[in-house]
């Protein structure tokens, strides 16, 4: 039954995260005008409010104007009620099942602010930040509580944050431009102070192990489409291949990482899996 209840209220804490992903990067209020479709103005009744079930029964559509509702919707709200569930799974009624819910919850909103807007807004990061100091008295970083929970929180904060500015001198080296903002810092202050300083440096390393594969496989995707094109118009293959290469080139100068979706989405990752990672890692580390 409990399990039930947290469910549900990941459903509803979602459609909550929706709108505070449509919300807060533009700097409209949270409360005022009610929920409406973006494109007729057309206010939301009630039974159109309900999680999942509303874009169900709509069949993805705004019933004023046909407009179709973005999939975002339903799945932010799929998975927030899944993260809720996994969350009491692990945790059971405990204080900090209630931390991790909602520090969970803002970690997918901040996926969608950046994926949609390129924006990490500080309601959330910094609104995570404070959190999760605070109730680090009750549940710390590693279950440590008390005073031995706030300084590993207050810790993890720094590494969090001192982490990426590390890695921005770095990404501009290889890339000759800004990949990282104070948006980043931010959010990795509050997933420091989450996880600790340990879950925060391995929260960083996936994102970037992440963020480096996935580049290599639009990179890979843009050579090979471009060289087959030259090849299908009768070049030979060297001249295929500089045409390949140079498109490729000029892909990798302007493709976005929206680092701030890796950062959150690794964060989640290392809170579901970090101790079986490190477990993994230091075994592998011993040659066993
Ligand atoms: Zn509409």
Not at 86 to 101: H, S
Not at 143 to 155: D, I, P, S, T, Y
Not at 211 to 228: D, I, Y
Not at 251 to 259: E, I, N, V
Request: charged share 15%.
């Amino acid at each position: 039954m409990p399990a039930l209840i947290f469910f549900l209220s990941g459903l509803l804490a979602g459609s909550f995260l929706n709108a505070a992903a449509y919300r807060l990067p533009q700097g409209i209020s949270m409360v005022k005008p009610r929920s409406h479709c973006p494109r007729c103005g057309r206010q939301l009744r009630a039974w159109e409010n309900l999680p999942l079930l509303s874009w169900l029964l709509q069949a993805g559509r705004c019933r004023g104007c046909r407009a179709p509702i973005s999939l975002r919707y339903p799945l932010l709200e799929a998975a927030a009620g899944g993260i809720f569930l996994l969350a009491y799974k692990r945790l059971g009624l405990t204080p900090a099942v209630i931390e991790a819910c909602v520090l969970l919850a803002a970690w997918l909103a901040l996926i969608a602010c950046d994926w949609e807007w390129r924006q990490l807004p500080d309601e959330l990061t910094l609104g995570g930040l404070g959190l999760a100091l605070v109730w680090s008295w009750w549940s710390g970083p590693a279950g440590a509580a008390g005073e031995a929970g706030v300084a590993r929180a207050a810790a993890g904060a720094l590494v969090g944050a001192a982490a990426p500015a590390a890695v921005a001198g770095l990404y501009r080296l290889w890339r000759g431009r800004e990949g990282l903002g104070m948006g980043d810092v931010k959010l990795m202050a509050m997933i420091g102070a989450f996880l600790g300083a340990a879950g925060a440096l391995l929260t960083l390393a996936l994102a970037a192990m992440a963020g480096a594969l996935l580049g290599v496989a639009m990179l890979a995707a843009v050579f090979f489409q471009r060289l087959r094109r030259a090849r299908r118009r009768g070049l030979a293959w060297h001249q295929s291949r500089a045409r390949a290469r140079r498109s490729a080139q000029a892909f990798f100068q302007r493709l976005p990482l929206p680092f701030g979706v890796l950062l959150a989405g690794m964060a989640m990752v290392s809170w579901l899996w970090g101790a079986s990672l490190w477990h993994w890692y230091w075994q592998g580390l011993a040659g066993r």
